[in-house]
């Protein structure tokens, strides 16, 4: 590669037309759903929460049923990661689409604080308990424990906020089209 080859080159274009913010409880589908979305835009990219916390490789501590205070702060860490990508994406014309367990109002107010002033649409996927199970049963990733008890938190305190989908009859190319439909 010739010395010159990046001089004059901008990092930073045209902002990109929109960011996602993927959320729900594990096994709601967020991970399919955001990697099927980004792709559907000439520049888009997929932020996943839980790839962000495997980067913590000494000392990780994943959000767990009991209270842990420094599962909670790793839990913003990588919100706050999440969202610096996605300003640097955004700002850059790549759609970023970050998918995340969000069920907490407080959470997702730290978020979308990190988000603000970007053109955020926040989707909120929401299946049936019964849809979630069967797709856990089915799937490759293997969760610890089983968070099926984060669905009333979900709807209880994050109920009103931004669009939701109850996606347990539709497949990933029903449900991206519907999150672009909603546009």
Partial sequence: MPETSFQGQAVDTAPASAAFLVIGIPGSGKSSVSAGL?????????????NLQDLIV???????????????????????????????FHAAGVVPVIDDVVVRRAHLD???????????????????AEAVARRVAERDK??????????????????????????SAMTLEETVDAVLAKG
Avoid at 38 to 50: Q, S, V
Avoid at 111 to 123: A, T, V, W
């Fill in 38 to 50: 980004a792709r559907r835009f000439p520049l888009g990219a997929h932020i996943e929460g839980d």
């Fill in 142 to 167: 293997v969760l610890a424990d089983d968070w099926s008890f984060l669905d009333e938190p979900l709807r209880t305190e994050l109920g009103g906020r931004g669009t939701w989908f109850d996606t």
């Fill in 58 to 88: 000494a000392g990780g501590r994943l959000p767990s049923p009991e209270a842990d205070l420094e599962a909670d702060r790793q839990l913003l860490l990588r919100a706050r990661n999440a969202s610096v990508l996605a300003r640097s």
């Fill in 110 to 128: 730290f978020y979308l604080e990190h988000l603000k002033d970007l053109p955020l649409r926040l989707i909120v996927l929401a299946p049936s």
